[in-house]
């Protein structure tokens, strides 16, 4: 069974902390993903890595950094909490060509 | 211009009725894959059905079956016998290309309730 671990299902932070969210696969995949998912927008690509070191910027990368310093571990950091960056965070991981993305269970993040 | 389009925001429907989810995409990548995914209330998404653009057979999972009109660049879901378990969110999405790092783009999502 493919298993992506995100660190929280819930957290709560105030506005300019910096917050970190992590996610770690188990499946030695290249490709990982990270989605916010607001209510009516569906999911959003923020940033995705295809490999150790590598990152490219999603639709939304504005306000938000990654970092993949191991292959299994892929984090997002938020480097100045906003109120609008209150969301639900999914990371996902993708292996071949035709392969489905497999997905954590989220982090529904609040920011006061 | 949206790329993936649901336009059902929630349906309601009888169990053990079929039920229909749209989709429609817009790409001019003649190499694309479409994904549909269920998210419980509990927020997991679930991989439920994919469909390659070269495909020549609509594809389909156990109860789940992808109505996929290539010529009208639609890929709708179809439930089969529905039960009070499909009741959760359904994205579809669409990856474009053959190389690099797959990226998703996804619908707005239709929330499907099934009623006893």
């Known amino acids: 069974d493919v298993k992506v671990t995100q660190s929280s299902r819930y957290l709560v932070k105030r506005t300019g902390e910096k917050v970190f969210l992590e996610c770690v696969q188990d499946?030695?995949?290249?490709?990982m993903f990270w989605y916010r998912q607001d209510p009516g927008l569906g999911l959003r690509l923020i940033y995705f890595?295809?490999?150790?070191?590598?990152?490219e910027k999603g639709d939304i990368p504005e306000g938000y950094s990654v970092s993949r310093e191991k292959k299994e571990r892929f984090s997002l950091i938020l480097e100045s909490a906003s109120t609008n960056q209150t969301s639900m965070y999914l990371c996902?991981?993708?292996?071949?060509?035709?392969?489905?993305?497999?997905f954590g269970d989220g982090t529904r993040l609040s920011i006061l | 211009a949206q790329k993936i389009t649901q336009t059902q925001p929630g349906m309601f429907v009888q169990e053990k009725e079929a039920v229909t989810l749209d989709c429609t995409y817009d790409t001019s990548d003649p190499s694309y894959g479409l994904f549909w995914y269920k998210q419980p209330s509990s927020g997991e998404m679930i991989f439920l059905i994919y469909?390659?653009?070269?495909?020549?057979q609509n594809a389909t999972e156990g109860r789940y079956s992808l109505n996929f009109q290539k010529a009208r660049k639609s890929a709708n879901l179809v439930i089969s016998a529905s039960q009070l378990g499909d009741s959760a969110m359904y994205f579809c999405a669409m990856r474009e290309g053959s190389i690099g790092a797959q990226k998703l783009v996804f619908g707005q999502g239709t929330r499907l309730t099934i009623n006893p």
């Open positions: 890595s295809y490999d150790v070191k590598m990152k």
């Open positions: 469909q390659g653009s070269y495909d020549q």
């Open positions: 996902g991981i993708q292996g071949a060509l035709g392969q489905p993305q497999h």
């Open positions: 499946m030695d995949h290249e490709n």
